[in-house]
């Protein structure tokens, strides 16, 4: 089946530890998003990446980093930096562009919590 | 102001009844825009694009008013299986890969 893959589901991440969320499409997008859900706010961008080895800051990056080695895969780690990182992570991604109207499409998220 | 309002609901409402959520956005060069349904504790799913013409998907119909910059989705004979949160996605302005979600509007079908 196409789609798209986070793992894992739920994730704990210590005090000053570094942890990293999966994301893996087979669409063949070559657009993808990570977003951070809060509860009751709106999704938030951390981070783009159009191309394989190109990626761009979103509105709230700080803390974050990711890669983009493979048009399949584009991880987000989640730095000790990040001072508030709890939060539902959400990774989506869209077919190259025909203009306007291109959609998204996301994967079933990540639950990162802080212990 | 926000890029994208929605009213937070929530909107509850009896099974078979008609429901309206409104949403406005500020950019007024934003040029796409969409329907998202949300479940809790799930991902969002694309419910519908919204056309200036105005479209309709079943029992699903979402306008765009540009001039008024604010977009709409009519509910009609409302299931148990619509209760979710909708959210209002416009597209930044100038990017058409980058998307501003609203903070959704929710809705329980009651039986």
């Known amino acids: 089946d196409g789609g798209i893959t986070q793992s894992p589901k739920y994730l704990f991440r210590k005090e000053g530890q570094n942890v990293t969320l999966s994301c893996e499409q087979n669409?063949?997008?070559?657009?993808m998003y990570w977003y951070r859900q809060d509860p009751g706010q709106g999704l938030r961008l951390i981070y783009y990446?159009?191309?394989?080895?190109?990626?761009q800051k979103g509105d709230i990056a700080e803390g974050y980093s990711v890669s983009r080695e493979k048009k399949e895969s584009f991880p987000l780690t989640v730095t000790s930096a990040q001072k508030n990182p709890t939060a539902f992570y959400l990774c989506?991604?869209?077919?190259?562009?025909?203009?306007?109207?291109?959609?998204?499409?996301f994967g079933p998220g990540t639950r990162l919590l802080v212990l | 102001r926000k890029e994208v309002e929605q009213d937070p609901g929530p909107f509850n409402v009896p099974e078979g009844a008609t429901v309206a959520f409104n949403c406005t956005y500020s950019n007024s060069a934003s040029q796409s825009f969409f329907w998202y349904r949300q479940d809790c504790r799930k991902e969002p799913k694309l419910l519908m694009s919204?056309?200036?013409s105005g479209n309709e998907d079943g029992r699903f119909t979402a306008q765009l008013n540009r001039a008024s910059q604010y977009i709409s989705l009519l509910i009609r004979d409302s299931k148990l299986s619509d209760s979710a949160t909708y959210l209002c996605v416009v597209n930044r302005a100038g990017s058409a890969r980058q998307l501003t979600f609203g903070s959704g509007t929710q809705l329980t079908v009651l039986p």
């Open positions: 669409l063949n997008h070559d657009a």
């Open positions: 990446s159009q191309i394989v080895n190109d990626f």
């Open positions: 919204v056309y200036s």
């Open positions: 989506a991604s869209s077919p190259r562009g025909r203009g306007y109207q291109e959609t998204q499409y």
